[in-house]
């Protein structure tokens, strides 16, 4: 478990920061907020907590742990967009942000001030608070907008089964999406309210960004052939 300590300019002064690390990253959750902007370019899913059973919302960037196919591609920067991983090394404590010291995102050399020479945060700090913020106030957000969907029946699992040129198989387990049969059941009262809740936008969003799932294939088995 890390240790953490909680931010100041005292202790922390040449604090720098590198870029964010998403290279093993292959499911990174999201927020509401984002699902706009993730369904413009990766697969939105749902996925549950191994430790709690509760479904979180994420951005598919590969089609195995350990593989993040996105982050090498030409949506490499809105990767590192993604609150989840702007704010990687940094968590809210109390009224405090406390970093883990020890993460290998904080550098040595190079990198980007934490702090400036006035000791006011630099612009590196100020995207992680920005991202910290909405993380806080998205989570529960996005938890409330999961178990609504869950009460309407509209979440079902999603088979993603591949095979690539040189032989692999994949199957991803363990994935979810929203149901277009189960919504395009619903009543008009539902469909009214899901609507005055912005919650149907949010489902075609997702449903939206599936198209993405054959393209993460494509660029994983480009990579394959050419080596």
């Not at 990174?28 to 939105?44: C, M, T, Y």
């Not at 749902?46 to 509760?54: D, N, S």
């Not at 951005?59 to 989840?84: C, H, M, T, W, Y």
Request: glycine residues 10%.
């Amino acid at each position: 478990m890390a240790t953490l300590e909680v931010l100041s300019t005292d202790h922390h002064a040449g604090l720098r920061l590198g870029p964010p690390l998403s290279a093993d990253r292959h499911f990174v959750q999201i927020v509401l907020d984002e699902f706009e902007s993730v369904a413009a370019r990766f697969p939105i899913l749902f996925t549950k907590h191994p430790e709690t059973g509760a479904f979180y919302a994420g951005a598919l960037l590969g089609l195995k742990p350990g593989e993040n196919i996105a982050a090498g591609s030409g949506d490499g920067a809105a990767v590192d967009r993604l609150f989840d991983l702007v704010r990687q090394g940094f968590f809210i404590s109390g009224d405090h942000i406390a970093i883990d010291p020890a993460h290998t995102r904080f550098v040595r050399a190079g990198g980007q001030p934490v702090f400036d020479d006035g000791g006011t945060p630099a612009v590196a700090l100020r995207r992680v608070q920005s991202a910290l913020s909405q993380l806080h106030a998205g989570l529960p957000q996005t938890e409330q907008f999961l178990k609504r969907l869950l009460a309407l029946k509209l979440v079902e699992p999603i088979d993603l089964s591949f095979r690539f040129d040189d032989g692999e198989r994949l199957a991803l387990e363990g994935l979810y999406t929203i149901s277009r049969d189960a919504l395009a059941e619903l009543d008009d009262a539902a469909v009214i309210d899901l609507f005055r809740q912005g919650d149907l936008a949010l489902a075609h969003a997702v449903l939206g960004s599936q198209h993405h799932i054959s393209r993460l294939a494509h660029l994983r088995n480009d990579r394959l052939v050419g080596g």
